[in-house]
């Protein structure tokens, strides 16, 4: 396993030669694109973890009006230098209205997402415990959790950060679960992946497929009882 605390060289990010300009030279507006020529795609295991956990954050605050919440959108964080940029594997803003976005902005926004999850992968490790996390922090993210879900590139499974004093800080990790403030939920490792799980209502949020199960359930049981009558 890599070790964290190791110094380790981060790729230079951005490069002046990226910044993208439009097409008509006569005019100098800064495009600002929906993805990137260097975004590089992930494993099935990254790709599902996102997913899922996006699946179920969107369901958990779906009658919300002023959170957004997205997974992989490229996000822009100073103006006039599109070269600013990550694309979080998961972010989630509050305060903003919830509608469709190609990217977010956050001179536009005027709100940093308080809420931003990584998942980690070989090729991403290093940056998520070093550079986002101090980008992150500069700008006033309240809440910084990075994932492993195959348990191979972090110390532990999960690593916890929060806003203190101006700063993002380790916050305590125990039993593989650990409770966000923001969303109210408790993010939990299970085997090898990680599942939300609900205080209020002393349950997990249910994925896509679980949900699709238990529809089909009741419809079952629904049918059964009709032909009882």
């Avoid at 060289?9 to 951005?14: C, E, I, L, V």
């Avoid at 997913?51 to 969107?58: A, D, G, Y």
Wanted: proline share 5%.
């Amino acid at each position: 396993m890599p070790e964290v605390l190791e110094q380790t060289q981060t790729q230079s990010f951005p490069r002046e030669k990226d910044i993208y300009y439009s097409s008509n030279a006569d005019e100098e507006e800064i495009i600002y694109p929906e993805q990137r020529e260097d975004d590089m795609g992930e494993s099935s295991i990254h790709a599902k973890v996102i997913n899922r956990l996006l699946q179920m954050l969107l369901y958990f605050f779906e009658q919300r009006e002023d959170v957004f919440l997205s997974g992989n959108m490229n996000l822009y964080y100073e103006e006039k230098n599109p070269n600013k940029c990550y694309a979080p594997d998961l972010l989630i803003a509050f305060g903003v209205p919830n509608h469709e976005r190609q990217s977010y902005q956050v001179w536009k926004e005027k709100v940093f997402p308080q809420v931003i999850i990584e998942i980690s992968s070989n090729r991403t490790w290093k940056t998520d415990i070093s550079e986002k996390l101090e980008i992150y922090s500069d700008l006033g993210a309240e809440e910084y959790y990075i994932l492993d879900p195959e348990f191979a590139y972090l110390p532990a499974p999960m690593l916890a950060f929060y806003r203190q004093d101006e700063r993002l800080l380790t916050a305590n990790v125990q039993n593989d679960r650990i409770l966000s403030p923001r969303l109210g939920l408790e993010i939990v490792r299970a085997e090898n992946t990680f599942r939300l799980f609900n205080p209020q209502t002393d349950e997990f949020l249910r994925t896509l497929e679980e949900a699709e199960s238990e529809l089909e359930r009741l419809k079952a049981e629904i049918e059964r009882l009709k032909t009882q009558k």
